[in-house]
């Protein structure tokens, strides 16, 4: 058993860079690592056998983007993992991205569970008090900083669940084990992280992947963009204009919010390994399409990039991928609805365990 002592001592590595813990998240980290400390030890290369008693079912995995319907997939990892079936490599889009780098860290959904229902995500939407004034100061801060809320927070909280794993950049996992999405705005291009940092003279396995996935979850206009300054760029992208000497990156699913296509043959020369079935993780629901409110230019913004994150991979899953697919239904949950009932977060996490039980009876065992 672990004492709250010991794991003030396990997550310690990961305190210089946050600027307070509250008590409740303590003794959240304190309840998973004592009940599951017998299945994790000694980091990300620790082995455990699965829930069938036997060799897990290798997959590789990928994970849609859609902000606070993420609890959605961890329900459907729970199932994957009581099943026996093993995350190979993992990739995904903003939320999705959060989900794949924790399990790509060595946390079970079991574990990411309680972390996530015990987090207040509005509490992750900081800002000046200044910004708080009535009519103008949410304009003021689009106008200075790009984004209505610091995306700060958000990349020191996942910097922590990392750090508590020893895990900080892409050095300390595998090659090719987790991947995640962003855009840049400034070059129009889509990034797969880390190997596309290289593009601005970053070398990959230094990139912080808590920064990587907040590229990856900076919803434009709601977060700010991730600047890489000119004193960072030395970019290799193809037709970029000398005078730019800075980039801005931003949400994944501006161009690519379930990027199923990630682990295709094709897409992965790089890593020579056995072919392994890719199953996605893709949340749905009718109400998708529901009017929505536009009562100012914020809102506006918000409805466009909204929109274009949830629409612009639809045709492609329709026509080819519905078989290696787990759809969730969502509730009529928004990708922007910070705060969730615990109700509604259990309804979210039950929808995707249901979700991923229907699809097994459907599509197990996989194949190549």
Known sequence: MYG??????YIQPALPRV????????????????????????????SRRNMRGGISLKVNAVFEGGGMKGISLVGAVQVMQQRGYEF?????????????????????????????????????MKRSPIFN?????????????????????????????????????????????????????????????????????????????????????????FFDPVTIKDKEFNSRIKGLRLHRRSAYIV???LLSNFPLWLFDEKQNTQIKEARLPVVGFQMVGKNKTEPRTIRGPVSMFQAMMETMMLAHDQRYIEKDDWERTIKIPTLGIRTTQFHLSHETSEKLFASGAAAAE???????PFKP
Not at 4 to 9: A, H, K, N, T
Not at 189 to 210: C, F
Not at 358 to 364: C, D, I, Q
């Open 19 to 46: 600027e307070h813990i509250h008590e409740h998240s303590i003794t959240v980290i304190f309840n998973v690592l004592n009940h599951d400390n017998a299945a994790y030890s000694g980091g990300y290369h620790s």
């Open 88 to 124: 190979h490599r993992v990739a995904g889009t903003s939320s999705g991205g959060i989900v794949a780098s924790l399990l790509a860290a060595g946390y079970t959904a079991e574990q990411m569970k309680p972390i996530i229902q015990s987090t207040s995500f509005a509490s992750l």
């Open 251 to 253: 949400d994944g699913g």
């Open 133 to 221: 004034i009535k009519l103008i100061g949410s304009a003021v801060r689009l106008l200075l900083r790009k984004g209505l809320y610091s995306g700060d927070a958000l990349e020191e909280w996942i910097w922590t669940l990392l750090g508590s794993r020893g895990v900080y950049t892409f050095a300390d996992l595998p090659p090719g084990k987790l991947k995640l999405v962003a855009s840049d705005i400034t070059n129009g291009k889509l990034l797969v992280l880390p190997d596309d940092i290289a593009y601005y003279g970053i070398q990959p396995s230094r990139l912080e992947i808590a920064k990587a996935v907040r590229m990856s979850a900076s919803i434009p206009y």
């Open 358 to 364: 229907k699809f097994l009876r459907k599509s197990a």
């Open 4 to 9: 709250l002592d010991v794991v003030y001592d």
